[in-house]
């Protein structure tokens, strides 16, 4: 059983930054690649980013590439998403995922363990 923990969600002006982090334990977090979603007010979960085990390979979504950055630390067994440039569509609650496989993946089917989600609200 992996446990996932977020934090580092706030309200941020348009153009700022905030660095989300998920603290996970139970398991061995070197061999689970992670991933970052989030869901908007009446919309559905999306991906946003995912890294591999040893963190080599790393995912974004289109709508977030080149403004947000995936990083983990598998000594403090750590992932974290540092979110740059920030506009409101931006605003979701956001969820980290642990996938029992070394590989990435884009689709939330494939993730086993979600956190209980951390807000990120962006004021215009």
């Known amino acids: 059983q992996v446990q996932l923990v977020e934090s580092g969600g706030g309200l941020v002006q348009a153009g700022g930054s905030l660095r989300l982090s998920c603290a996970a334990s139970?398991?061995?977090?070197?061999?689970?690649?992670m991933g970052w979603f989030r869901q908007a007010p009446g919309k559905e979960r999306e991906f946003v980013s995912a890294v591999s085990s040893h963190g080599s390979i790393e995912y974004y979504a289109d709508s977030v590439k080149g403004r947000f950055t995936v990083s983990r630390d598998n000594i403090q067994n750590m992932v974290y998403l540092q979110m740059n440039s920030l506009k409101p569509e931006d605003t979701a609650v956001y969820y980290c995922a642990s996938r029992n496989s070394v590989t990435v993946d884009r689709r939330m089917i494939a993730y086993d363990y979600w956190g209980q989600g951390t807000q990120v609200t962006v004021s215009s």
């Open positions: 139970g398991g061995t977090f070197s061999r689970y690649a």
